[in-house]
Nanobody
Framework: QVQLVESGGGLVQAGGSLRLSCAASGRTFSSYGMGWFRQAPGKEREFVAAISRSGGTTYYVDRVKGRFTISRDNAKNTVYLQMNSLKPEDAAVYYC?????????????????WGQGTQVTVSS
């Protein structure tokens, strides 16, 4: 079992930046692949970014490539999502998730544990 707690959301103007954090507790964090997903009102939860357990492999949805960066610090049991050049369409509740397969994945069903989410609002 692993518990995930997101933080760092908030209100930002278009073009601004935010860094989300997801702190994990419980079983060994470094064995999990980690992902970030987001869900806007009336829409399905969608994949944003993922990182393998070692941090050596990352994945991004096309529309955030070049703007968002996922990283992890296994010593701190934390995964981050640095979001730059934010757009109004990036506004959503952002969730982190843990994949006990360790590889990270773009597929929602491969994740075993989820946080409660943190709200990101982008004003135009």
């Amino acid at each position: 079992q692993v518990q995930l707690v997101e933080s760092g959301g908030g209100l930002v103007q278009a073009g601004g930046s935010l860094r989300l954090s997801c702190a994990a507790s419980g079983r060994t964090f470094s064995s999990y692949g980690m992902g970030w997903f987001r869900q806007a009102p009336g829409k399905e939860r969608e994949f944003v970014a993922a990182i393998s357990r070692s941090g050596g492999t990352t994945y991004y949805v096309d529309r955030v490539k070049g703007r968002f960066t996922i990283s992890r610090d296994n010593a701190k049991n934390t995964v981050y999502l640095q979001m730059n050049s934010l757009k109004p369409e990036d506004a959503a509740v952002y969730y982190c998730a843990a994949d006990d397969g360790g590889l990270g994945s773009t597929r929602r069903y491969e994740y075993d544990y989820w946080g409660q989410g943190t709200q990101v609002t982008v004003s135009s």
